[in-house]
């Protein structure tokens, strides 16, 4: 995994919840390549065919809260999302992202200091965000070693390997 | 310690353990519920052979329960193939109920034991005084082949609940109460213990419901002390020996919120957020399309007694749908023996089989494009029981069952 990733921002409100991240009538998928046509869906119906490599979610409050549901850290994952950034996460989903070796950064404010279209890269281990677009810096909170470790090797099955 | 506290250390072989420290501990029972095949494929990539012990894991069929299309009744053949393979003890096929329900109805929820789930209402066994907590399929394989799962001891929030509601008001207005001012994300990472009077003299049922929507406060487990009416229905299910953690008297929460709920009425979650509480009054005239009484928060016995209560010898209105889903065979064999599942089919409800039905919006009863259904389940998000454009309000089941016979959200009657 890289630790510096660069892309395009897409902007979001507090609370987007598993069933918008990923709508429970399509948890009978279990092929990532079909799984990520419903990314973020529940939210914005166009994300999927909008996303391209290494953009970047970016929330409010509690992104991922609701269900357990790994699909929705295997959508964005699968859909290309290099990064979330979000004022906070909730638990399950911040499990299964890192599980899966999908990067989060949690940061206060975020969601205020950048809008969709804006260019960010994202130092990962430094938790610093730089937005191209107005030139200002924002920090976020750094990814712990813990963590970054299971990042780095793209996930935690890699691990048991 | 807290009680929470001592049952992640005796399980991590600890003396002490305090909040915010990372610890491995022995999972003492896992669920995979019929959503989560993936586990059984990370499980098989992760280089797993044999679960770790047979007698401690078990699936449920309860999402998809009996299935609704082709692609979940493989779900459920390829799981049928693995419970076999890996000959568990348990296992519960369409025929059983809700995860959350079937578990303690078997005997498998004591105080004092971790009990993870693909399931983030495992907050739910909290009711027994036990550590449920949820998690993904990538975790759930990690814990069938270790018997393993670390955790972060996570901070404990008290939520003492004190005085008497008024007339049909329940746990579950109770709780949509509490949502309402602690949010939906009051609670994340955090543990939280209920007590107080209210909670003390609460049945079994009540209980469960109250801790299955801790999660919807980000909660990662839920607590109360087990009271005499758990101790009496799982001894009645079990024989295993277990301990009943005490907090110790000098352990500092990380909050002390106090609710005093004299006289508290009926309450809702509005559209399209589990905390946008209002009074059922401030609902009353929306006209509803779809009710709905089910759920491992509002589907057990005492719940479609309530319904029972408010229909018997009526009709519901004819515009309405009134889907009645027990969350377990034992709770449809008992409102059968009593008479109230006919009683209610004479009302006009329509019944599923037991299971999650349209709470998750996969079948039994999902909403059209601007319909609006009132619901004894947990979750209101856009898109949760079908089209993201219909309107999902939360309420008790007697509320449910009043709005039902009605046509719209109305409080109940005495
Ligand atoms: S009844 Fe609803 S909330 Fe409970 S386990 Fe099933 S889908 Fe989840």
Redesign the pocket.
């Known amino acids: 995994m890289e630790n510096i990733i660069t892309g395009r921002a897409f902007v979001f409100g507090d609370n987007i919840d598993t069933d918008q991240i990923y709508p429970g009538r399509y948890l009978e998928l279990v092929d990532p390549e079909e799984i990520k046509e419903h990314c973020l869906e529940g939210a914005d119906e166009e994300f999927a065919k909008k996303v391209r490599p290494n953009d970047i979610v970016v929330a409010g409050r509690n992104f991922g809260c609701g269900?357990s549901r790994e699909h929705a850290a295997i959508t964005l994952k699968s859909a290309g999302v290099g990064v979330v950034l979000a004022d906070s996460f909730a638990r399950i989903f911040f499990r299964n992202a890192t599980n899966l070796g999908l990067p989060l950064i949690t940061c206060k404010g975020i969601s205020e200091r950048v809008k969709t279209g804006d260019i960010l890269e994202v130092h990962l281990k430094e938790g610093l965000i730089i937005n191209k677009t107005t030139g200002e810096e924002i920090e976020g909170e750094k990814i712990s070693d813990y963590i970054f470790n299971i990042l780095e090797k793209g996930g935690i099955k890699n691990m048991y390997k | 310690m807290h009680a929470i506290h001592k049952i992640l250390a005796k399980n991590a072989g600890l003396e002490r353990v305090e909040a915010g420290e990372i610890v491995n501990c022995n999972i003492d029972f896992v669920e995979i519920?019929d959503l989560y095949l993936q586990t059984i494929y990370s499980f098989w990539e992760m280089g797993g052979e044999r679960v770790f012990n047979k007698d401690r894991v078990a699936f449920v069929f309860?999402?998809y329960s009996p299935a609704p299309t082709i692609k979940t009744a493989q779900i459920h053949k390829e799981m049928r193939e693995f419970v076999k393979e890996q000959g568990l003890t348990h296992h519960f096929d369409i025929n059983k109920g809700?995860?959350?329900q079937v578990l303690p109805e078997a005997g498998l929820i004591y105080p004092g034991m971790i009990v993870v789930a693909t399931?983030?209402?495992t907050t739910t066994h909290g009711a027994f005084g036990a550590f449920g907590t949820g998690v993904g399929a990538t975790d759930m394989a990690s814990i069938l082949i270790s018997g393993k799962l670390w955790f972060r001891v996570p901070e404990v929030i008290k939520i003492e609940i004190n005085g008497s509601p008024a007339e049909n008001t329940y746990a579950k207005d109770v709780i949509l109460h509490i949502l309402g001012k602690v949010k939906a994300d009051g609670a994340v990472y955090k543990a939280i213990e209920f007590c107080g009077d209210y909670v003390e003299k609460l049945g079994v049922s009540e209980r469960m419901t109250i801790c299955?929507m801790a999660v919807e406060m980000g909660a990662k487990t839920a607590y109360m002390k087990p009271n005499e009416a758990v101790l009496e229905y799982v001894r009645a299910r079990t024989d295993v020996e277990f301990e009943i953690f005490e907090t110790d008297e000098d352990f500092e929460y990380d909050e002390h919120l106090v609710f005093d709920i004299n006289g508290l009425k009926p309450q809702l979650a509005a559209p399209h957020s589990v905390d946008n509480n209002i009074a059922v009054k401030d609902a009353e005239g929306v006209k509803i399309d779809q009710a709905f009484i089910?759920?491992?928060?509002g589907?057990r016995f005492e719940d479609i007694e309530a319904a029972w209560k408010v229909l018997k010898g009526k009709k519901i209105h004819p515009d309405v749908r009134l889907v009645i889903i027990p969350?377990s065979d034992e709770v449809l064999l008992k409102i059968m023996e009593k008479g109230y599942m006919r009683d209610l089919i004479e009302a006009g409800a329509t019944f599923a089989a037991p299971?999650?039905?349209p709470?998750?919006g996969t079948h039994a009863g999902i909403l059209a494009d601007g319909e609006v259904c009132i619901t004894s389940?947990?979750?209101n998000f856009p898109g949760r029981m079908g089209s993201t454009k219909a309107s999902i309000y939360l309420a008790s089941p007697m509320t449910v069952a009043t709005s039902a016979l009605y046509g719209y959200i109305r409080e109940p009657i005495s």
């Not at chain 2, 089910?294 to 928060?297: A, N, P």
């Open positions: 269900s | 519920n309860d999402h809700v995860c959350h399931d983030s209402h299955n089910g759920s491992c928060t589907g969350a299971g999650c039905g709470c998750l389940t947990n979750r």
